[in-house]
């Protein structure tokens, strides 16, 4: 098995087509040549259809030894789709069923949720909570395949918090039970949640996630309630950045998004009681907002399809949609920096391409759509190597059998027929 860390050999030539860079499209065709890994160039081209599937073509093919040529005439690339927000070791959250299962069975499941993930065109995600350095080092060192992953192994949040698990009965939710290598994240004060960020970077976070507010799947809180004091998350935000990390906050209500905001974390999560004054200060401050239009919509859906979920989970997710939906149209109106997220592990892994749809079919133009899960969610990374189509970039790419400048991005998920990762053609 050939370890991801090693250069990656080989060449690919994709001939005539679309090519949307991570910004916009491009206004010709494109010949993309991809060597060891990365995009070495893009050439405008007049090729038609009809040249594509000519003899001559099928003859260049046959003499092109180690190069891999792909004629794509009229079908659209882009960058790998870059997903801000999922849990590879969760599956079903919230159902009542993960109280059966075996601790060790969420790895087992994460590898076949981060094969999906790959295959649906995602090659790089931020992992929101779950997964520890051990996947991420099953990933890098070829053991297991999947995308980049970025951990916030666990998810810090005050007792009785939206990361606090222990229901009424005393029993807690299994999804987040602590092990050596995913510290417990509930702490409490200013020198409580400097010790905890310690501890969950030393455990190997690339990022700290906190919870601003309460949440739809958590058993005793409110989506809208504020958790954390803007000094307790103050403490967290400037250790996180003391040691070359960032911030992510699950912020739902009005409230606990300002006091996030107002202490300087990167990204808002959810953002689902957003009001003109906390639009107001994301733009000032540049702060990122990843919707996760997918996740209480998927709770529904699995709900009405009988799955056992608690009614008071079921009842939170139905109340906040139609007002998440509005939120996040109104900061796009705004010009707020969106960032694709799916939350996918709440949802079905796999399917993290309909974020794209859902934003589209909430008011986002589809170039812009397209860019929040490359370019800007490369931006939120802070990973100028990914996200682009250009020349020294890194060869994550996805091939779409259909122009998605016509309407084929609203349905993007049922176009994908090819996934490049640095390189390496994965499907």
């Not at 991420?136 to 990361?163: C, F, K, N, V, W």
């Not at 079921?314 to 939350?343: F, L, N, P």
């Amino acid at each position: 098995m050939v370890e991801k860390s090693a250069s990656v050999t080989g060449r690919a030539l994709l001939r005539g087509v679309r090519v949307f860079d991570g910004e916009d499209f491009l206004p010709q065709l494109q010949d993309v040549r991809v060597t060891d890994g990365v995009i070495e160039s893009l050439t405008a081209t007049e090729a038609s259809a009809a040249e594509a599937d000519s003899p001559a073509a099928s003859g260049a093919d046959a003499a092109s030894g180690d190069l891999e040529v792909i004629d794509a005439y009229g079908h659209t690339l882009t960058p790998g789709i870059i997903d801000c927000h999922v849990h590879v070791c969760f599956s079903d959250a919230g159902s009542l069923t993960a109280f059966t299962e075996p601790f060790s069975l969420q790895f087992y499941k994460s590898v076949v949720h981060l094969q999906r993930t790959l295959q649906a065109g995602v090659t790089t995600a931020r992992d929101a909570g779950g997964a520890d350095a051990g996947v991420r080092h099953a990933l890098q060192t070829g053991l297991i395949s999947g995308p980049d992953l970025r951990l916030a192994i666990s998810i810090m949040s005050q007792t009785g918090g939206h990361g606090d698990g222990q229901m009424l009965s005393g029993c807690s939710m299994p999804m987040l039970t602590s092990h050596p290598g995913r510290p417990d994240g509930v702490a409490d004060g200013p020198e409580g949640v400097l010790r905890k960020v310690r501890e969950i970077l030393r455990a190997g976070a690339d990022q700290i996630k906190i919870c601003s507010t309460g949440g739809v799947l958590s058993p005793t809180d409110d989506p809208r309630h504020s958790q954390f004091t803007e000094e307790e998350i103050a403490v967290i935000v400037s250790e996180a950045h003391a040691q070359g990390s960032y911030v992510m906050s699950h912020a739902q209500g009005t409230e606990g998004i300002k006091n996030a905001l107002r202490a300087g974390v990167r990204s808002i999560e959810h953002g689902i009681y957003l009001d003109d004054e906390s639009i107001e200060m994301m733009l000032e401050a540049g702060t990122f907002l990843v919707p996760t239009l997918q996740a209480p919509m998927s709770v529904i859906a699995a709900a009405d399809a009988g799955a056992p979920l608690p009614p008071a989970v079921v009842d939170k997710a139905r109340r906040v949609a139609e007002t998440h939906a509005a939120s996040i149209a109104a900061a796009y109106e705004a010009g707020v920096q969106i960032a694709m997220g799916t939350d996918a592990g709440v949802g079905e892994h796999g399917q993290n391409l309909e974020e794209i749809e859902l934003m589209i079919a909430n008011g986002m133009a589809p170039v812009d759509a397209l860019a929040s899960a490359t370019s800007v969610a490369a931006r939120l990374l802070d990973d100028e190597n990914i996200g682009r189509i250009a020349p020294g970039q890194t060869a994550d790419l996805v091939l779409f059998d259909t122009d998605l400048r016509d309407g084929g991005a609203e349905k993007i998920r049922q176009h994908t027929i090819g996934v490049w990762q640095a390189g390496r053609r994965v499907r």
